[in-house]
């Protein structure tokens, strides 16, 4: 009985982690507080996750990994360079009620003090970031765009989707659909696309 317990709750503990980082914080929310919502001893949280940082990497992992999921099933189907480009900017940003984002902007500030959060993150962009490459570099090999430096680019139109996320989601200042005009604009800009090809 124990043992179906303890092999059933991983995925559990993630979900109830997350709810109580988008609740508390991730720089304030505790083991106990999982534990608590989940009604069970810190001990079974402790059995599955050493630490507490170890726990929230895993949390944020697990979201992260639902959005990179679907990205790659929407990928994995044969595309043309502009459809796969368009997918994954669609793919970034908030959308919804954006739990997904909540968690990264509450870790990049997290990630300031915890080199293990901020490795987490690190790999977790990284992931995202060779998506929109590939789908760049194949545009450019088929002539579909014109990018003398994919890699640069991906860095400028990350940037400016972090930062227009940023304003969305913390200071209000940006709508999502002006977040996803000017990305639009931004990154046709870099290819040498007209916007409306990538609407």
Known sequence: MVRQKVEVRREAI?????????ARGMATVRVADVAAALGVST??????????NALIVAALGYAVER???RLDRALSRSL??????KRVLSSYGPTGSAPSWTLWIDAWATALREPTIRSALR?????WRAALVGAVSDGVAAGDFV???PRAAVARIGAL??????AVLVYRTVTRGQLRRWVREATASELGLDPAALA
């Open 14 to 22: 993630l979900a109830a982690t997350i709810e109580q980082i988008e």
């Open 43 to 52: 001990g079974l949280i402790f059995y599955h996750f050493d630490t507490k």
């Open 67 to 69: 959005d990179l999921s």
């Open 80 to 85: 043309a360079a502009p459809d796969r480009l």
């Open 123 to 127: 790999r977790l962009d990284d992931r």
């Open 147 to 149: 990018c003398a430096d």
């Open 161 to 166: 989707l972090d930062g227009l996320s940023v």
